[in-house]
């Protein structure tokens, strides 16, 4: 008899569930087949990509031999994600471009990017699924047209793009004249992109050994193969284990990371948030959490170690720590396939993201109005915590920019909040998250406390082509989804902030 964790967890049924997924039988999670049927090109895409790896070389020698010294992604969600655990995790090897990724609308962000680089020595990718996503969109417009102002019609040779066959961006980078247009696997949602071309170009520019991560990969992918034995399957032994710590309500899946796996909790945060977090079900990941003392893990935790090291906390886990970065090619696909088998287990589609929308609808609607709301603060974090029950967590939702000062100062808020409340909290930056756990915000459980932080803008780049400014855009997408928060029933406040953000943040710290 087998008492592996997978018998302990699905007993019989992991079997026919893995022939089922190889099949990619739609059915298992859904009768219709729509966004279903067009989304598994994720379990074998890394063989696949491996075609590739000589071409995305080729074009990666190139950008380093036009003396680019920099790369900037600009993208959202799962187009970002990815990406920028890469980044931090593996980095950009010697004499290739620094890579950076940039998926905000933070006027503060954007004005200070374009003080730091030199445009003439820097290269954008420009990644959007569909070609439609506002953020990559505007932020496209704006440094083309700081770009035009310096190397005039030479500017689209500053530009890639990565997006689907037929998308409006594959036609704007033909006609714009971009250095390359990559065309990806249509058959992937964005947050299962990470090992197709919305990875792998900025890997690969910014000189990453992506033969190596596909490689990695590649060892998961056998383990998923028809026949294979689903109990030595590392994709299988992570789902056993998250299903059964949620049956017994520890759905709030902390992730610790080292070096080699830096970042990984914000990739897995959409990843799990947007999968799962659907019909009032769903985990709740919690990523770069400061560290708090063991008795403030509470029987809702579920530890998900990615670091060689783990915090003393003595709580059930995961370990799928890493001791070589280039392993995160493994660990992506194990995740992703363990995300899809909670999706069976949890009886919700995994490849849909219905609730992100409304955030988008609302945005639209509130820059529409001729004279939009000016954002104010509403309630107080304290009387958001009074609301507390227990099994809640506090989402702080921050619209400021991410600097090492204000991540600083919300980390020391997210430990206020636990030590005064005993709850877990996650750390969203503003718009970002939309993208990401937003959708387990509106569309999970209600067990979210979310606060919303908002700042004075002291600069507002314009941006071409459209009659608003990055600071219109990001209130406009605050206000949003403050809208959509309440309209689906969430309990919700507002801090916003006049004055240094920093000091505004130590002062709720103190306020608490």
């Not at 036609?171 to 090992?195: C, H, K, M, Q, S």
């Not at 909790?265 to 079900?281: D, M, P, V």
């Not at 059930?316 to 992506?332: H, K, Q, R």
């Not at 406040?493 to 130590?506: F, M, Y």
């Amino acid at each position: 008899m087998n008492n592996s964790i997978v018998t302990q967890a699905f007993g019989d049924k992991a079997d026919r569930f893995a022939a089922r997924i190889a099949d990619r039988d739609h059915t298992l999670w859904a009768e219709s087949p729509v966004e279903l049927a067009d989304r598994l090109g994720w379990l074998d895409i890394a063989s696949r990509m491996l075609s590739e790896v000589d071409d995305l070389v080729a074009v990666a020698d190139g950008v380093k031999a036009d003396g680019f010294t920099n790369a900037v992604l600009l993208g959202m969600g799962g187009s970002s994600l990815g990406p920028e655990v890469l980044r931090r995790s593996i980095g950009s090897a010697p004499g290739y471009p620094v890579l950076r990724v940039v998926d905000t609308t933070s006027p503060e962000v954007v004005s200070a990017l374009r003080s730091e680089l030199d445009l003439k020595k820097t290269l954008f990718i420009v990644s959007s699924k569909s070609g439609t996503t506002i953020e990559p969109n505007v932020l496209y417009a704006y440094f083309r047209g700081e770009l035009e102002a310096i190397v005039g019609d030479k500017a689209g040779t500053h530009f890639v793009a990565v997006t689907d066959a037929g998308s409006a961006l594959e036609a704007l980078g033909t006609e714009a004249g971009f250095r390359r247009v990559f065309t990806a696997d249509p058959n992937i949602g964005g947050r299962y992109a990470v090992l197709s071309h919305f990875g792998l170009v900025p890997a690969a520019i910014a000189g990453m050994d992506v033969r190596r991560l596909l490689e990695n990969a590649i060892v998961i992918e056998r383990q998923l193969q028809p026949g294979a034995d689903v109990h030595g399957s590392l994709g299988w032994r992570i789902a056993a284990e998250l299903a059964v710590a949620n049956s017994v309500g520890r759905d709030k899946v902390t992730f610790v990371e080292d070096d080699n796996s830096s970042g990984f909790g914000l990739w897995a945060e959409q990843l799990l948030a947007e999968s799962l977090g659907k019909e009032g079900k769903g985990l709740v990941p919690i990523a770069s959490e400061p560290p708090l003392p063991e008795a403030a893990y509470t029987s809702d935790r579920f530890m998900a170690q990615i670091a060689t090291d783990t915090p003393g906390a003595d709580i059930p886990g995961v370990n799928t720590s890493i001791a070589d970065p280039y392993e995160l090619g493994g660990l992506f696909l194990a995740w992703e396939y363990a995300t899809a088998v909670l999706g069976v287990e949890l009886g919700v589609q995994p490849f849909n993201q219905p609730n992100v929308q409304a955030a988008k609808d609302a945005t639209d609607r509130v820059l529409s109005q001729s004279n939009p709301p000016e954002l104010t603060s509403v309630s107080s974090l304290s009387a958001l915590l009074d609301q507390r029950n227990d099994g809640d967590y506090v989402a702080i939702m921050a619209f400021v920019p991410e600097t090492a000062e204000i991540n600083a100062a919300l980390s020391e808020l997210r430990s206020k909040i636990s030590d005064r409340t005993g709850l877990a909290t996650t750390l969203g930056y503003g718009p970002r998250f939309l993208h990401s756990t937003g959708q387990l915000h509106k569309g999970g459980p209600n067990s979210i406390l979310a606060f919303q932080i908002t700042q004075d803008h002291e600069t507002n780049p314009a941006i071409p082509g459209r009659d608003f400014g990055f600071a219109e855009l990001i209130d406009a997408q605050a206000a949003g989804d403050f809208d959509a928060l309440t309209a689906a029933g969430r309990r919700v406040a507002r801090a916003h902030l006049t004055g240094s953000v920093p000091e505004q943040l130590r002062a709720l710290v103190d306020s608490i």
